[in-house]
């Protein structure tokens, strides 16, 4: 309704008038304390990983420009995207090691090298695409997820699922002598039938049957290969559930007849005004409000339940993740405040036992980390850039007495002599933190913009950027060792 709009409108500018520009809070003294001096959990180098859509990656409809949306995708068709970038590789490289997926809503749509006579605009991943992927993935150090097409869209199918579309890009693979580390049936099932229709959603115990078939097959070509599912969107306060349809992944994970290696769910915090189910739209003020990331911990509570009693061997992945469904937030999932959720649910993850966690996406859309037509990289780029050169794989227990400041502690990467606070203020406020006995501040590293909505960032009060291809955490200024957390900053604190 329009004059719904022009309301959220006017809220939206009193809002930052109020709470983000006009603003001005006195210094908060903030108490950080450790529950325990060890580890309470580990993750992979590859903790911090990302996705290139498969529309993105064989040309298919996407979002950029795409005012609404059309059975989950965007309305407009974006050619191929090209892998053979030097300055792409760069930008990658510097995030790396990472797994890369390549999934999404038309992995279940796309034809393997030809299309169908009766389908002269299908989406075709060809071999000269799935030729440069591999090139892409082996120059930069990555380790490819892949989402095989499902693609049984009758009831009465399911449970039956044969893989026989799936065995041409299986054996071209086995010849090629390319690696998939990673691969899943299927995107996102549990919502089959707002994608495909009523009558194409599968339930748990079928949908076990053709994993079990999915995996042997995969296995024949590439034995090492993990299996990764079942891969259900959750939605803000909805979790996997959207009525009248039931949970997916407890039946699944009950039923499944073999040992799965990854439990996987995909979720993001926000949807943007594109989405047709909002439960929690993207607006300024959710990415800021801290019960705005209260239900990531409450899901993944409950898949973790499901998996120790179901598949107890298995990791839990968050799959696919991003700011807000259906391509981003246009101007705020590639701004500045982006950068307070990303922060906040990588520290969340790998405290609640998350082996990984894949942002969508790497490049394209709203949400993309790298811009897609002009290859520049956004906040949430240099947000990642610091998570890996300064979060290690040891995790420690940490926590705020003040619900604006998130803290989380990891070893640092690199120096046994360290440990890395990652402090979060999702206020309009200075904070003073008592450290607690915790140690003394050796390097402080804050990221920070002039505004919460500017589309470039600051590291140590200097513009982030690369320097003739490339970018050190030396080439920032050094500063002070005062215990203050700036308002609305992502702090990084090496302590001994």
């Known amino acids: 309704m329009p004059e719904l709009r022009i309301f959220k409108a006017i809220y939206s500018r009193i809002f930052r008038a109020a709470h983000i520009r006009t603003r001005s809070v006195h210094t908060r003294l903030v ?74 809503s038309e992995a279940d749509k796309i034809h393997y090298f030809e299309a169908p006579d009766d389908e002269p605009d299908a989406i075709v991943l060809t071999q000269a695409i799935w ?64 994608f495909h229709g009523i009558r194409s959603q599968p339930g748990g115990k079928n949908l076990a049957q053709d994993y079990a078939t999915f995996a042997r097959l995969v296995k024949r070509y590439f034995p090492s290969c993990k299996i990764m ?32 290696d990854i439990v996987s769910w995909h979720y993001y915090p926000f949807q943007s005004t594109r989405s047709p189910v909002r439960t929690r739209t993207a607006t300024l003020r959710a990415i800021l409000s801290p019960r705005s990331y209260l239900d990531f911990a409450k899901y993944t509570e409950k898949l973790n339940f499901w998996r120790y009693l179901h598949q107890p061997q298995a990791q839990l992945w968050t799959g696919e993740t991003g700011s807000a469904q259906c ?87 690199d120096n046994v002599n360290f440990k890395t606070l990652m402090l979060i203020n999702l206020g309009n406020f200075s904070a003073d933190i008592n450290l607690d006995g915790l140690g ?29 291809g490339k970018v050190e955490l030396t080439d920032f200024p050094v500063l002070s060792k005062t215990p203050i957390l700036p308002p609305f900053s992502i702090n990084f604190w090496l302590i001994t």
């Open 31 to 104: 108490r950080v304390t450790m529950a325990r001096p060890i580890p309470i959990a580990t993750i992979p180098r590859e903790y911090l990983s990302f996705s290139i859509d498969i529309s993105v990656l064989a040309g298919g409809y996407w979002w950029e420009g795409s005012m609404g949306v059309k059975q989950g995708l965007g309305t407009l068709r974006v050619p191929p995207i090209d892998l053979d970038h030097k300055k792409l590789d760069r930008l990658v490289q510097a995030l790396g090691p990472a797994y890369l997926r390549v999934g999404g």
């Open 131 to 194: 030729d440069k992927l591999h090139a892409f993935l082996q120059r930069n150090q990555l380790k490819l997820v892949f989402t095989f097409k499902y693609g049984l869209f009758e009831r009465s199918l399911h449970g039956r699922w044969q893989g026989s579309e799936i065995q041409k890009l299986l054996d071209y693979s086995k010849q090629k002598n390319y690696q998939i580390a990673v691969c899943e049936l299927g995107n996102e099932l549990n919502a089959y039938w707002a």
């Open 229 to 260: 599912g079942p891969g259900s969107a959750y939605w803000p306060k909805l979790g996997e559930s959207l009525t009248p349809l039931s949970n997916l992944t407890k039946k699944f994970l009950a039923y499944l007849p073999f040992e799965l």
């Open 327 to 413: 391509g981003g937030q246009p101007e705020l999932s590639d701004r500045f405040v982006s950068c307070f959720w990303w922060a906040e649910q990588l520290g969340q993850g790998a405290v609640s036992g998350h082996k990984v966690m894949i942002r969508q996406s790497l490049i394209g859309g709203d949400y993309g980390l790298i811009n897609r037509l002009t290859l520049k990289p956004r906040p949430d780029y240099w947000m990642s850039w610091l998570w890996v050169r300064l979060m290690g794989d040891q995790v420690y227990a940490v926590s705020s007495n003040q619900s604006r400041v998130k803290v989380y502690c990891h070893q640092h990467p």
């Open 440 to 468: 003394q501040i050796q390097q402080r590293y804050v990221l920070s913009a002039k505004n919460i909505e500017a589309k470039k960032v600051m590291i140590n009060g200097q513009k982030a950027k690369f320097n003739k």
